[in-house]
């Protein structure tokens, strides 16, 4: 039997949460770790962006294998991130 399930939105809530932080982004193809400085329906914007090769162990705070990529900022599809997080 379905049941309907209601959805309830939350102001401020995903990557809107961590807008200015240090954030990883996990999407389909590579690891993006840099400042969230802006999120809209398509895109999100990285301030001071790296590629990540190498996070390390998650349950011990370390240093992860980060590429700095070559420019100021950096734009990823929403539809390509997985999942994310507060990062380093």
């Known amino acids: 039997m379905?049941?309907?399930v209601k959805v309830q939105e939350v102001e401020g809530e995903g990557l809107l949460a961590l807008l200015n932080q240090r954030v990883l982004l996990f999407c389909l193809n590579y690891i993006y770790e840099g400042k969230l400085v802006g999120a809209n329906d398509t895109?999100?914007?990285?301030e001071d962006p790296s590629v990540v090769y190498d996070t390390g162990a998650f349950a011990t705070k370390g240093?992860?294998?980060a590429r700095k990529?070559?420019?100021k900022e950096w734009y990823v599809q929403n539809s390509s991130i997985e999942s994310?997080?507060?990062g380093k």
């Open 2 to 4: 379905k049941m309907a």
């Open 43 to 46: 895109c999100v914007k990285l």
């Open 63 to 65: 240093d992860i294998d």
């Open 69 to 71: 990529l070559p420019v």
């Open 84 to 86: 994310f997080g507060p």
